[in-house]
């Protein structure tokens, strides 16, 4: 998806299911506090009882047991990290569905699980949510959102209609160029599962229409196509997924497989033509009791006319977002995971990025790379929700992030 997409989507997701979990499986009852009544000797004893006064008879009557899957409001805080838009807060305000199969041990599942969980996690919780967030350098995020899944988890659907004004950088042969993208976005992606196996196929819409402004002049030899003051961009997807994970939001072991094509076109309503196609792969490998070893790999492309918001850039912790963008671009990392005790983990990762273009002032002549520390605090055990904070470091600075759930 086109950079700017993915920047509204990270807040969005964050509002909608970044903790999420907090209600939990909420299946204690509310019951009126113990009571010690004594109990009547004879017949006689229970006749010569009188009659209660009205009010005690009432106080006695034990309180009205609150259904556990009654559906529920809940406002969420967003804590926004991303080094291309800066820090910044949000609140999301959440409706979480009544569960349709009034399950109380029904557990929800993690942020990720919006569209790649297993057949062994929950289904992803049914709710929908408005949100709203600022961040230190004046973006403006606001929209609505709700996601579902149907037949028994063999459809799910999460779909977004949002408004943004973000405030990013763009690289020319290594030099930022402040711009402003402001915009309405609507997406939504439908999966469908094979059977009851772990393979999903799935189609997707993104639809922008936003207008762009640079801070400063773009050089001469910069095509003036790809940065179009007023824009439309429409796309449809076709995506093929396989996950074997034992659980999203910390795998222990297990692989996830994802490939996704993405067309953009004139022929749909929008302002350009060019393929995006992103293929993902995960594993996670549990190497002792107390150890887990992550691996990654990330490859993007594009061809055709695209515009500069929509080249697919290097994503890892400790690079900004849009800060190496190529035609062609490829990531791996691996993380190794320490759980100290069931609800403490510390974390280690590094990574490389690569990318080639065609177009000469996308070029660099920094070696790519970021590595770093991190820890992870389980806050609610029975749903498997982790929360912690990552320090990375790449090749031009330090940056930390919040973390709900994996960083993958």
Same mark, same amino acid.
């Given at each position: 998806?086109?950079?700017?997409?993915?920047?509204?989507?990270?807040?969005?997701?964050?509002?909608?299911?970044?903790?999420?979990?907090?209600?939990?499986?909420?299946?204690?009852?509310?019951?009126? =506090?113990?009571?010690?009544?004594?109990? =009547?000797?004879?017949?006689?004893?229970?006749?010569?009882?009188?009659?209660?006064?009205?009010?005690?008879?009432?106080?006695?009557?034990?309180?009205?047991?609150?259904?556990?899957?009654?559906?529920?409001?809940?406002?969420? *805080?967003?804590?926004?990290?991303? =080094?291309?838009?800066?820090?910044?807060?949000?609140?999301?305000?959440?409706?979480?569905?009544? *569960?349709?199969?009034?399950?109380?041990?029904?557990?929800?599942?993690?942020?990720?699980?919006?569209?790649?969980?297993?057949?062994?996690?929950?289904?992803?919780?049914?709710?929908?949510?408005?949100?709203?967030?600022?961040?230190?350098?004046?973006?403006?995020?606001?929209?609505?959102? %709700?996601?579902?899944?149907?037949?028994?988890? %063999?459809?799910?659907?999460?779909?977004?209609?949002?408004?943004?004004?973000?405030?990013?950088?763009?690289?020319?042969?290594?030099?930022?160029?402040?711009?402003?993208?402001?915009? /309405?976005?609507?997406?939504?992606?439908?999966?469908?599962?094979?059977?009851?196996?772990?393979?999903?196929?799935?189609?997707?819409?993104?639809?922008?229409?936003?207008?762009?402004?640079?801070?400063?002049?773009?050089?001469?030899?910069? *095509?003036?196509?790809?940065?179009?003051?007023?824009?439309?961009?429409?796309?449809?997807?076709?995506?093929?997924?396989?996950?074997?994970?034992?659980? /999203?939001?910390?795998?222990?072991?297990?692989?996830?497989?994802?490939?996704?094509?993405?067309?953009?076109?004139?022929?749909?309503?929008?302002?350009?033509?060019?393929?995006?196609?992103?293929?993902?792969?995960?594993?996670?490998?549990?190497?002792?009791?107390?150890?887990?070893?992550?691996?990654?790999?990330?490859?993007?492309?594009?061809?055709?006319?695209?515009?500069?918001?929509?080249?697919?850039?290097?994503?890892?912790?400790?690079? =900004?977002?849009?800060?190496?963008?190529?035609?062609?671009?490829?990531?791996?990392?691996?993380?190794?995971?320490?759980?100290?005790?069931?609800?403490?983990?510390?974390?280690?990762?590094?990574?490389?990025?690569?990318?080639?273009?065609?177009?000469?002032?996308?070029?660099?002549?920094?070696?790519?790379?970021?590595?770093?520390?991190?820890?992870?605090?389980?806050?609610?055990?029975?749903?498997?929700?982790?929360?912690?904070?990552?320090?990375?470091?790449?090749?031009?600075?330090?940056?930390?992030?919040?973390?709900?759930? %994996?960083?993958?």
């Amino acid at each position: 998806m086109a950079a700017f997409n993915k920047i509204v989507l990270i807040l969005i997701i964050l509002a909608l299911t970044g903790q999420a979990s907090a209600f939990g499986d909420q299946t204690a009852n509310e019951t009126s =506090p113990d009571r010690v009544v004594a109990e =009547p000797t004879s017949a006689t004893e229970t006749e010569a009882e009188p009659p209660l006064p009205a009010d005690e008879e009432k106080a006695k009557k034990p309180k009205k047991t609150k259904d556990p899957n009654r559906g529920r409001f809940l406002p969420i *805080p967003i804590f926004i990290t991303e =080094p291309a838009i800066g820090e910044g807060l949000g609140l999301a305000l959440a409706y979480f569905h009544r *569960p349709k199969d009034n399950l109380e041990s029904r557990s929800l599942a993690s942020p990720d699980s919006i569209g790649d969980a297993s057949r062994e996690q929950a289904p992803p919780p049914t709710v929908t949510g408005v949100f709203a967030a600022y961040t230190s350098n004046k973006t403006t995020v606001a929209g609505i959102g %709700h996601m579902n899944s149907f037949r028994d988890d %063999h459809i799910r659907f999460s779909g977004v209609v949002g408004y943004a004004d973000v405030n990013s950088t763009f690289y020319v042969l290594d030099q930022p160029l402040k711009f402003n993208l402001e915009g /309405t976005l609507v997406f939504q992606d439908t999966r469908f599962r094979f059977g009851d196996s772990k393979w999903f196929w799935g189609i997707g819409l993104s639809y922008l229409d936003a207008s762009s402004a640079f801070q400063v002049e773009l050089p001469e030899d910069v *095509p003036i196509d790809l940065f179009r003051n007023d824009l439309r961009n429409i796309g449809l997807s076709a995506e093929l997924a396989w996950d074997t994970r034992d659980n /999203t939001s910390m795998p222990n072991h297990g692989q996830f497989f994802e490939l996704t094509a993405w067309r953009y076109d004139e022929a749909i309503g929008g302002d350009f033509d060019y393929w995006n196609t992103k293929l993902k792969l995960l594993s996670f490998h549990r190497l002792h009791e107390k150890f887990v070893l992550g691996l990654r790999l990330d490859i993007s492309t594009i061809s055709g006319d695209v515009p500069f918001f929509a080249i697919p850039y290097v994503s890892l912790r400790g690079i =900004p977002a849009l800060r190496y963008q190529g035609n062609r671009v490829g990531v791996a990392e691996i993380e190794g995971r320490y759980n100290i005790s069931p609800k403490l983990a510390v974390i280690g990762f590094g990574g490389v990025g690569s990318v080639s273009s065609y177009l000469d002032f996308l070029k660099t002549e920094q070696n790519i790379y970021a590595y770093g520390l991190g820890g992870r605090y389980r806050v609610f055990e029975a749903q498997n929700v982790w929360v912690g904070l990552d320090i990375a470091r790449g090749p031009e600075d330090t940056y930390w992030y919040i973390q709900v759930g %994996h960083a993958w």
